[in-house]
């Protein structure tokens, strides 16, 4: 599930186009114009500054100025899924207008697609076994996000190493 953006600068995975809550009601997640894969988006200096290095990533963000970007990804999932219902394009977007939000637009656009989309992943895939431990990430949801590629989808959009999480 390679994370795409729109001609519009929304994101959008190319799996689900159509935007929905879990409870099955649908949600409208605008144009459906042409679309090209997101690469590298990560990788300018501004973005990189802002995350920081991996395993050592910058911890300045969120409500308490404590997370790192990805900590603050997180929360938004978490607020995204089990605090609001969303799926799809529908959680995807959420978490790319929050995490902007919460890190007063510290990484750009295309960058926070990258986080929004690893989480989409997550959301639409691991839901049960990431759900059970949102902010630690379980065995299990590693393991999940793993064979369903959404780290190294990750790794693809951003240009940033995810890690050896997958290799263990």
């Not at 894969?37 to 200096?45: D, G, H, Q, R």
């Not at 969120?62 to 990805?70: I, L, P, R, Y």
């Not at 989309?117 to 999940?144: L, M, N």
Request: net charge negative; aromatic share 4%; glycine share 10%.
């Amino acid at each position: 599930m390679a994370a795409t953006t729109t001609s519009s600068g929304g994101s959008d995975s190319g799996s689900n186009n159509d935007a929905s809550t879990k409870d099955g009601g649908e949600v409208d997640s605008g144009d459906d114009a042409s679309v090209e894969p997101v690469v590298n988006a990560c990788t300018n200096t501004s973005d990189a500054t802002a995350i920081g290095p991996y395993g050592s990533e910058v911890e300045d963000y969120g409500d308490s100025a404590d997370k790192s970007v990805s900590g603050v990804a997180t929360d938004c999932a978490v607020a995204a899924a089990l605090g609001m219902g969303l799926t799809g394009d529908a959680a995807r977007a959420y978490v790319q207008t929050c995490l902007l939000d919460k890190t007063n637009d510290a990484v750009s656009a295309d960058c926070a697609s990258c986080f929004a989309a690893t989480a989409e992943c997550a959301i639409a895939k691991c839901f049960e076994p990431c759900a059970q431990a949102p902010v630690g990430a379980s065995e299990e949801c590693i393991a999940c996000r793993c064979e369903n590629n959404c780290y190294q989808d990750y790794g693809t959009c951003s240009g940033r190493e995810y890690g050896d999480v997958c290799d263990q």
